[in-house]
C-alpha cells in the first residue's frame, strides 16, 4: 500500500520561495511516478510537476515552469517541490500524488495514491 505524507506549506509574500516535501513509502510499479497537484478554492484539481522514481524524468506544467522544481532523494524516501519566485495565483492546497505513470505531452490524470494537502498562501 503506497503512503504519501506532505507537508512544508504556509504563508509567503509574492516573490518568495517555499519548499514542499513528501515522504512516500510503499512502493510498487503502481507509483513509478510521484507528482504534485494543486486545488484553488472554485476551481478543479491540476496537475503541477511529476517525477520518474527510476531514472528522474520531470513534467511540470506551463504555470510552473522556470519557477518550480522537483526533485527526490531516494535515500530519504522523499520528494521536493521547489517553488520559487511565487505568485497570489500559486495560492491552493498542494497535493502529493502517485500512479504508474507520469504525464506525457501535458496529458495530466487524476493519480491513483493521494497524500493529504499542505496549504500554500501567497499574498501580500
Known amino acids: 500500500q503506497v503512503q504519501l505524507v506532505g507537508s512544508g506549506g504556509g504563508s509567503v509574500q509574492p516573490g518568495g520561495s517555499l519548499r514542499l516535501s513528501c515522504a512516500a513509502s510503499?512502493?510498487?510499479?503502481?507509483?513509478?511516478?510521484l507528482g504534485w497537484f494543486r486545488q484553488a478554492p472554485g476551481k478543479e484539481r491540476e496537475g503541477v510537476a511529476a517525477?520518474?522514481?527510476?531514472?528522474?524524468?520531470?513534467y511540470y506544467a506551463d504555470s510552473v515552469k522556470g519557477r518550480f522544481t522537483i526533485s527526490q532523494d531516494n535515500a530519504k524516501n522523499t520528494m521536493y517541490l521547489q517553488m520559487n519566485s511565487l505568485k497570489p495565483e500559486d495560492t491552493a492546497m498542494y497535493y502529493c500524488?502517485?500512479?504508474?505513470?507520469?504525464?506525457?505531452?501535458?496529458?495530466?490524470?487524476?493519480?491513483?495514491?493521494w497524500g493529504q494537502g499542505t496549504q500554500v498562501t501567497v499574498s501580500s
Open positions: 517525477i520518474y522514481t527510476s531514472g528522474g524524468s520531470t
Open positions: 500524488a502517485a500512479d504508474s505513470l507520469c504525464p506525457y505531452g501535458g496529458s495530466w490524470y487524476e493519480f491513483g495514491y
Open positions: 510503499g512502493y510498487t510499479y503502481s507509483s513509478n511516478c
